[in-house]
C-alpha cells in the first residue's frame, strides 16, 4: 500500500516495522548490537562493511566515533524491541529516509538469515511511517519511543491502558535497558550519543531531569485506548 504523502526534506517522521509474521528479529545482545552498529554506519553516503570495521580490533563504544560521510537522515530518538524497532527520523536530503532504511534492514536481514540459517523476508513489507505535522505530535514521540520497552515488565504489558504499577521500578528498567536512545537523553556519556543529531529536532528538553519529568507524566497517563495517538500495535 502506498503512503498518503509524500516523505519531504526538512519534515519529521515516526519509522517503524516489524518482524514477518511479528517472528523474534532480536534473540539476544549481539543481534540487537548488530541492529545498533548498523544505524550509525548506514547512516552515510558511503558503502557499509562491517567485518572490516570488525577486522580492525576495535571495542564495540569505539565505533561509534567512526567518522562518516554525510548522512542520509537525522535520527531523533530509537528503540528496538524483541520483534519491532521504533525509530524518529529527519528526512534531511531527497530520499534519504528510503535508502537509510533500505540499507539498514538489507543489511540487517542478510547478517539474521546467514547467523540463524533462514531464508526470505524478515521484516513485514516496507517500513511503516507516520509523519509529525505538529509540535505536540513531535514531542510525544520522544516519550512513546522511550517508553515502549515498559511493555517487557512482567505485569506492565497494559499499564497504558490500565496505568502503571510501579513507576520507579519502570523507569529504573529504562535505565537499564541499553537498547534505546533514553540513556542518550538521560546520561550525557552515553555510548550512543554520537548516534542521535539532536540539534536538528526541537529542543524540548534542556536537561535530563526535563525529560525524566515528561516520562513521568505520560507513566502517569491512563487512557483505555492505549496512550493516545498511537500507530498500530505492534504486538
Known sequence: MSR???????EYYHIYNRGVDKRIIFKNSSDYHRFILL???????N???LEKIFREGRTFPDMFNTERE?????????????????????????MGIVKFMQKITTGYSMYFNKKYTRSGTLFQGKFKSEHA????????????????????????SKWKEVGIHDQSAAVKFLEKYEYSSFNSYTRNNSTYRNILKKDEFPIYFDNPIDHLEELSEWLNYQDPTGFGKVEPSQN
Open 47 to 49: 558503502p557499509v562493511d
Open 133 to 156: 505535522t505538529n509540535d505536540n505530535y513531535l514531542k510525544y514521540l520522544f516519550s512513546y519511543i522511550h517508553l515502549n520497552p515498559i511493555k517487557l515488565i512482567e505485569g506492565e
Open 39 to 45: 544505524l550509525y554506519f548506514c547512516n552515510s553516503s
Open 4 to 10: 498518503k504523502y509524500v516523505i519531504a526534506p526538512g
Open 70 to 94: 554525510k548522512p542520509l537522515v537525522s535520527i531523533g530518538a530509537w528503540c528496538l524491541m524483541p520483534n519491532h524497532f521504533h525509530l524518529l527520523l529527519k528526512e534531511t536530503s531527497d
